[in-house]
């Protein structure tokens, strides 16, 4: 009998295990695709503003100007994305500003929003979500029906100049890509790993029939 207790024991043990182990990958799933669909409704609700930069990749983060969509006059949010250590482990990251309501608002938080990317505060950590963990990630500009690298030269406009620039006369912001190509490298051991690649198309607002 106690030889059988046992090893009903370990084959309860075993199922437990089984059990928590699949709803750990689950939750994986799951976080991971809330990180995509949250990355998809920034770059659908990114805002072009005249002589405004609304987008920039530096290497290291993604930096956005999006429009709220909780309801009209809620201001415009900055939002970036990065990839960063946190207690020994490489993580996906999001972060979001208030809602901005000026011009010199938007300034300070597309600047808070580098300083995070690059070498956080306490004061951005707060503000920080971590997505999933991530060895590497890559993002693609899509223009003149090939995708390049954002840094390249060729992603360069005039028409775009950064957000603390002096107000200009109104004209349309050039600058935005037909499309972001994102590609990220999860780690082994997780539920998803190896490289996974997820297309953004810019919407065509203006289209004439």
Known sequence: ???MAGLSWRGLDGMVRAQAQIHQRADEVLTLQAGLAQWGADLDALQ???QIQTLDWDGRGLRIIRRSTVKPGDGLLVVAWARRNVNGIDQWLRWQSPP???RDELQTAWSRAAQ???NPGDAEKRDEVRITPLEQWQIFYFRGNAWTN???SGNASSTAIPVQA????ATPNLALPDGIRLVL???AGGAINGTLTRDWVRP???AKS
């Open 1 to 3: 009998m106690a030889v």
């Open 48 to 50: 072009q503003l005249p």
């Open 100 to 102: 901005q309501f000026s």
């Open 116 to 118: 995070w990317a690059q």
């Open 150 to 152: 954002p840094l390249s």
């Open 166 to 169: 002096t107000a200009q006369p």
């Open 185 to 187: 490298t999860l780690p």
């Open 204 to 206: 065509i607002l203006d």
